[in-house]
């Protein structure tokens, strides 16, 4: 199977599934194949492009062979399944059952083997397993409040969404977090805020299947409302309309404060339900209903792109605070006093960086090209110095680790770390006393010579 470009009506691209060379067009509700090229083709960007950083920064690859050995263990995935959930066949859930089987069915998903079960929970949720046992089934689990609250779109909607896990293998990134790396006990810094971002993003890819599947909005947004409050709508007098209302209304008055940075902890998920939206209403999705194709569909691109860029995961150049342009210069100066930049040291500045944003790789690799650190430091040192609300001493602690990295310290970076704390008029005892309690918690005692 390839893709083929062809010109839309509209003007667009369309990336057609291709067979053969013969070009396949199925009714809209009749059984369909093969479509798992098309569902990739509409999968977030941003999302799709963090996953292939994470597998690279956690060495996905190379952890696949312990995944495949665990599966094919007596501590295997399926005995933990059927030892602790129970499974929906022709004579337990049958309707749920056929539901399950009719989504598969209508995204063109035969080919991947799924079985589903039941969990017995008062949480209302739903997971998907990646089975990494060539000659099992994948698995999707409901719990028993989920199936108990949804009715049968609004269940699609879970469906579709659950699929979409299986499909764009999100258990790669999300097993081997949660096996191999504790964030908890070891902060990851940088890759700790892509995880976070990409894991936010790899719902929101999940969503766009899941609302392939249904029939109308109305049955998504229900869906999404109770998976989030426990709540029927009915239950506090509204509709999806009035909800969508108050999630537009929500979106537009934390941008107008410049707070849209609490819509990331927001229980509701505005910008999830907003994005639900923007990808119902667009003509991606028209295009794959009527034509099972794949349609570039720029408005779309353009949309959700402002969506992301509300929840400020990058900074952008016109828009960064003094603070964080003190912190990138400063960081690149001290680390930069005896000799070059590399790989090492710019992971070690997007590490400190990430506390304020949680992808600032391009405009880090934009000042360093383009030689702006220097102006960039006296710029800001000039903005924190005329601001008696900063706490300097915070963010003179907040470089320590820079000269701390890999166990090792040297006196060219250590000066360079004094000479900042003069320049924000930190008194040298203090400096002293901070760095001294900052590299307390990095160094550590080593043999190595």
């Not at 000042?367 to 900063?390: C, H, Q, R, W, Y």
């Given at each position: 199977?390839?893709?083929?470009?062809?010109?839309?009506?509209?003007?667009?691209?369309?990336?057609?599934?291709?067979?053969?060379?013969?070009?396949?067009?199925?009714?809209?509700?009749?059984?369909?194949?093969?479509?798992?090229?098309?569902?990739?083709?509409?999968?977030?960007?941003?999302?799709?492009?963090?996953?292939?950083?994470?597998?690279?920064?956690?060495?996905?690859?190379?952890?696949?062979?312990?995944?495949?050995?665990?599966?094919?263990?007596?501590?295997?995935?399926?005995?933990?399944?059927?030892?602790?959930?129970?499974?929906?066949?022709?004579?337990?859930?049958?309707?749920?059952?056929?539901?399950?089987?009719?989504?598969?069915?209508?995204?063109?998903?035969?080919?991947?083997?799924?079985?589903?079960?039941?969990?017995?929970?008062?949480?209302?949720?739903?997971?998907?397993?990646?089975?990494?046992?060539?000659?099992?089934?994948?698995?999707?689990?409901?719990?028993?409040?989920?199936?108990?609250?949804?009715?049968?779109?609004?269940?699609?909607?879970?469906?579709?969404?659950?699929?979409?896990?299986?499909?764009?293998?999100?258990?790669?990134?999300?097993?081997?977090?949660?096996?191999?790396?504790?964030?908890?006990?070891?902060?990851?810094?940088?890759?700790?805020?892509?995880?976070?971002?990409?894991?936010?993003?790899?719902?929101?890819?999940?969503?766009?299947?899941?609302l392939l599947a249904v029939k109308d909005f109305d049955a998504a947004v229900k869906a999404s409302f109770k998976l989030n409050t426990g709540l029927n709508m009915k239950k506090v007098?509204?509709?999806?309309?009035?909800?969508?209302?108050?999630?537009?209304?929500?979106?537009?008055?934390?941008?107008?404060?410049?707070?849209?940075?609490?819509?990331?902890?927001?229980?509701?998920?505005?910008?999830?339900?907003?994005?639900?939206?923007?990808?119902?209403?667009?003509?991606?999705?028209?295009c794959f209903i009527e034509k099972r194709q794949f349609m570039e569909d720029k408005k779309l691109i353009k949309d959700t792109e402002e969506l992301i860029e509300s929840l400020k995961?990058?900074?952008?150049?016109?828009?960064?605070?003094?603070?964080?342009?003190?912190?990138?210069?400063?960081?690149?100066?001290?680390?930069?006093?005896?000799?070059?930049?590399?790989?090492?040291?710019?992971?070690?500045?997007?590490?400190?960086?990430?506390?304020?944003?949680?992808?600032?790789?391009?405009?880090?690799?934009?000042?360093?090209?383009?030689?702006?650190?220097?102006?960039?430091?006296?710029?800001?040192?000039?903005?924190?110095?005329?601001?008696?609300?900063?706490?300097?001493?915070?963010?003179?602690?907040?470089?320590?680790?820079?000269?701390?990295?890999?166990?090792?310290?040297?006196?060219?970076?250590?000066?360079?770390?004094?000479?900042?704390?003069?320049?924000?008029?930190?008194?040298?005892?203090?400096?002293?006393?901070?760095?001294?309690?900052?590299?307390?918690?990095?160094?550590?005692?080593?043999?190595?010579?």
């Amino acid at each position: 199977m390839f893709f083929q470009k062809n010109e839309d009506k509209k003007g667009g691209k369309m990336l057609t599934l291709v067979k053969n060379t013969v070009q396949e067009c199925f009714a809209a509700g009749s059984k369909h194949e093969g479509f798992e090229d098309v569902l990739e083709a509409l999968r977030i960007k941003e999302e799709r492009e963090y996953y292939d950083f994470l597998m690279d920064a956690l060495n996905v690859d190379a952890l696949k062979p312990l995944f495949y050995k665990r599966d094919n263990s007596n501590k295997s995935l399926s005995r933990y399944v059927k030892g602790n959930f129970l499974k929906l066949s022709d004579s337990f859930g049958p309707r749920i059952l056929k539901t399950c089987n009719d989504v598969i069915d209508f995204l063109g998903l035969d080919s991947i083997l799924v079985d589903f079960y039941l969990e017995i929970s008062s949480v209302l949720n739903a997971h998907a397993c990646y089975n990494y046992k060539s000659d099992e089934p994948h698995y999707i689990t409901f719990t028993s409040a989920l199936i108990d609250s949804l009715d049968t779109d609004e269940l699609r909607f879970v469906i579709g969404h659950e699929l979409a896990h299986i499909l764009y293998m999100h258990n790669h990134i999300t097993f081997a977090a949660s096996t191999l790396f504790d964030i908890d006990s070891a902060p990851w810094g940088f890759v700790e805020g892509i995880y976070c971002t990409w894991d936010f993003l790899s719902q929101l890819s999940a969503d766009r299947v899941g609302l392939l599947a249904v029939k109308d909005f109305d049955a998504a947004v229900k869906a999404s409302f109770k998976l989030n409050t426990g709540l029927n709508m009915k239950k506090v007098n509204t509709t999806p309309v009035h909800y969508i209302k108050m999630v537009d209304d929500l979106i537009k008055e934390l941008n107008k404060s410049n707070d849209m940075a609490a819509l990331k902890f927001h229980p509701v998920d505005p910008i999830r339900t907003k994005a639900l939206e923007v990808f119902y209403n667009s003509e991606a999705r028209r295009c794959f209903i009527e034509k099972r194709q794949f349609m570039e569909d720029k408005k779309l691109i353009k949309d959700t792109e402002e969506l992301i860029e509300s929840l400020k995961f990058k900074p952008k150049e016109e828009n960064m605070d003094p603070e964080f342009q003190f912190l990138l210069s400063s960081g690149y100066l001290i680390m930069t006093g005896d000799e070059g930049w590399d790989e090492s040291k710019n992971s070690c500045l997007l590490d400190i960086l990430s506390y304020n944003y949680k992808d600032p790789r391009e405009i880090v690799k934009n000042a360093v090209n383009n030689n702006k650190i220097n102006p960039m430091f006296e710029d800001s040192l000039s903005k924190i110095k005329g601001d008696n609300k900063t706490d300097t001493t915070y963010l003179l602690s907040r470089l320590v680790p820079l000269v701390g990295r890999n166990g090792k310290i040297n006196d060219i970076e250590i000066k360079a770390l004094f000479d900042i704390a003069d320049k924000l008029q930190i008194p040298e005892d203090k400096a002293m006393d901070i760095i001294f309690e900052g590299l307390k918690n990095i160094l550590k005692p080593s043999a190595a010579r």
